[in-house]
């Protein structure tokens, strides 16, 4: 069974553009749920996605949104980036949202922002 | 909301020794909490869970406990070895609803040495 796919592994941008990141859940999960990681910060939750709804978000600015699709796949943007923004940003899937339980992560997407 | 605090932030054991990493958590309505491994480029994985009408949960070498009344929960590794070796992240959350809303612990860098 394969696991959860992010694409791409690695990325550099420059100030003030944007970022589209790509992650496949396992076959069967339909809820995603995506978090950044970073040295300072640790993981904090950015979004959940269930059947193409948001579910759940956490405190960051509207120049992170996302969006999941009809096969369950899903997206996060970043506009306008900055050098904060840089991090590993991981996406983890499972078969059901809300109410706890084993979320599996991807190896996530490593962005630089220069 | 829900803030997670996680000690130590390193810890080193001697291989067959045992391992106990605390955490603290803020929120009373927090009824889910797991434990993650992450080892070097990879994502997080979960180990080990309890929910909140558990006091205490174990599977082989690895058990958690939960005191609801303090609002701690702990994990311990029996019996340690190498392959332990990673950082382990505490988290809580609230289900049903924000099962999936993790508020991560700061992680504990884990070394267990021959």
């Known amino acids: 069974k394969a696991g959860v796919t992010q694409t791409p592994r690695y990325l550099i941008k420059t100030r003030g553009q944007q970022v589209t990141l790509s992650c496949s859940p396992i076959?069967?999960?339909?809820?995603v749920s995506w978090y950044q990681q970073t040295p300072g910060q640790g993981l904090q939750f950015l979004f959940e996605?269930?059947?193409?709804?948001?579910?759940n978000k956490g405190n960051f600015p509207g120049r992170f949104s996302g969006r999941q699709f009809s096969n369950s796949r899903s997206e996060m943007n970043v506009s306008t980036l900055e050098l904060g923004d840089s991090a590993l940003y991981l996406c983890?899937?499972?078969?059901?949202?809300?109410?706890?339980?084993?979320?599996?992560f991807g190896e996530g997407s490593r962005l630089t922002v220069l | 909301g829900e803030n997670v605090e996680q000690h130590p932030s390193t810890l080193s054991v001697q291989e067959g020794d045992s391992a106990v990493i605390k955490c603290t958590y803020s929120d009373s309505a927090s009824n889910y909490f797991p434990w993650y491994k992450q080892e070097l480029g990879k994502g997080p994985q979960l180990i080990i869970d309890i929910r909140s009408n558990v006091g205490e949960k174990k599977d082989q070498r690895i058990a958690v406990t939960l005191n609801k009344t303090a609002k701690h929960f702990s994990l311990h590794i029996t019996e340690t070895q190498p392959e332990d070796s990673a950082v382990y992240f505490c988290?809580?959350?609230?289900?049903?609803?924000?099962?999936?809303?993790?508020?991560f612990g700061t992680g504990t860098q884990l070394k267990v040495e021959l």
């Open positions: 988290a809580a959350s609230k289900a049903p609803g924000g099962g999936n809303k993790l508020t």
């Open positions: 983890a899937s499972s078969l059901e949202a809300g109410r706890g339980g084993e979320l599996f």
């Open positions: 996605y269930f059947s193409e709804t948001q579910r």
């Open positions: 076959s069967g999960h339909r809820s």
